[in-house]
C-alpha cells in the first residue's frame, strides 16, 4: 500500500468550475500537509500548506484536513485554462522533514 | 523568496562517465534534498542532508553519492553514468523548523 495515495486523473472540469482533488495518507503520525502544482515539464511549486484540522484558504485555493479520517484535500475554485497542471499531495511524517509524496493528480481545465 | 538553483536545466552524458549535478539554495536552510522524478513512478528521494557534512540515503540511493561542504550548496554525483540514469533530477531545501520545501528547477539528464 502506498503511504500517500492520489487518483492519477485526469480530472477534467469546465473552465469556473470547482476542482475537488483528495489525497489518502498512512501515517497517524503524520504533523504537516502540503500541495505542490507541476506544471509539465517544470519543478514543483508549492501552493497551500495545512497544519491543523479544518480549512485554510489562499484565493481560489483552500485545503481541507481532516487527521481522524487521514485524508487531505484541495479545492480549486473558479478554475482556469492556467490551473491545468499535476497536483501533488506531500506529507510530512512524524521523523524528521522528508516528505512522502503521493504521484499526483492531472487536471485539466476545459475553456 | 526563497531561490534555489541547480547548475543546468539540461545535460546530456555518456554511459560511464562521471556526473555532477549542483545545487545551491540562498535562504540558509537547514536540509537539502535530490529526488529524481520518472513518468510514472512520481517522485522519489534519492539523498538528503540535514546539516554541512552529513547525509542520509533516501529511498533509491545505488548509483548515487552526494557532498555538502557547505550550508548552501549540495551535491550529486554519479559515479558512472548508466542510461537508467536518465530522468529528471530535482533539488529542493526546507529550514529546520517548516517542512515545506522548495524546489529549483531540476536539470533534465540524458545519458546515452
Known amino acids: 500500500q502506498k503511504e500517500v495515495e492520489q487518483n492519477s486523473g485526469p480530472l477534467s472540469v469546465p473552465e469556473g468550475a470547482i476542482a475537488s482533488l483528495n489525497c489518502t495518507y498512512s501515517?497517524?503520525?503524520?504533523?504537516?500537509f502540503f500541495w505542490y502544482r507541476q506544471y509539465s515539464g517544470k519543478s514543483p511549486e508549492l501552493i497551500m500548506f495545512?497544519?491543523?484540522?479544518g480549512d485554510k484558504e489562499d484565493g481560489r485555493f483552500t485545503a481541507q484536513l481532516n487527521k481522524a479520517s487521514q485524508y487531505v484535500s484541495l479545492l480549486i475554485r473558479d478554475s482556469q485554462p492556467s490551473d491545468s497542471a499535476t497536483y501533488l499531495c506531500?506529507?510530512?511524517?512524524?521523523?524528521?522533514?522528508?516528505?512522502?509524496f503521493g504521484g499526483g493528480t492531472r487536471v485539466l481545465v476545459k475553456p | 523568496d526563497v531561490k534555489v538553483t541547480q547548475s543546468s536545466r539540461y545535460l546530456v552524458k555518456r554511459t560511464g562517465e562521471k556526473v555532477f549535478l549542483e545545487c545551491v539554495q540562498d535562504?540558509?536552510?537547514?536540509?537539502m534534498f535530490w529526488y529524481r522524478q520518472d513518468p510514472g513512478l512520481g517522485l522519489r528521494l534519492i539523498y538528503f542532508?540535514?546539516?554541512?557534512?552529513?547525509?542520509e540515503k533516501g529511498d533509491i540511493p545505488e548509483g548515487y553519492s552526494v557532498s555538502r561542504e557547505k550550508k548552501e550548496r549540495f551535491s550529486l554525483i554519479l559515479e558512472s553514468a548508466s542510461t537508467n540514469q536518465t530522468s529528471m533530477y530535482l533539488c529542493?531545501?526546507?529550514?529546520?523548523?517548516?517542512?515545506?520545501?522548495?524546489f529549483g528547477p531540476g536539470t533534465r539528464l540524458t545519458v546515452t
Open positions: 529542493a531545501s526546507s529550514g529546520a523548523s517548516t517542512g515545506e520545501q522548495y
Open positions: 535562504m540558509d536552510h537547514e536540509n
Open positions: 506531500a506529507v510530512n511524517g512524524a521523523a524528521g522533514n522528508k516528505l512522502t
Open positions: 501515517d497517524r503520525g503524520s504533523q504537516s
Open positions: 495545512i497544519y491543523s484540522n
Open positions: 542532508s540535514y546539516d554541512v557534512k552529513m547525509k
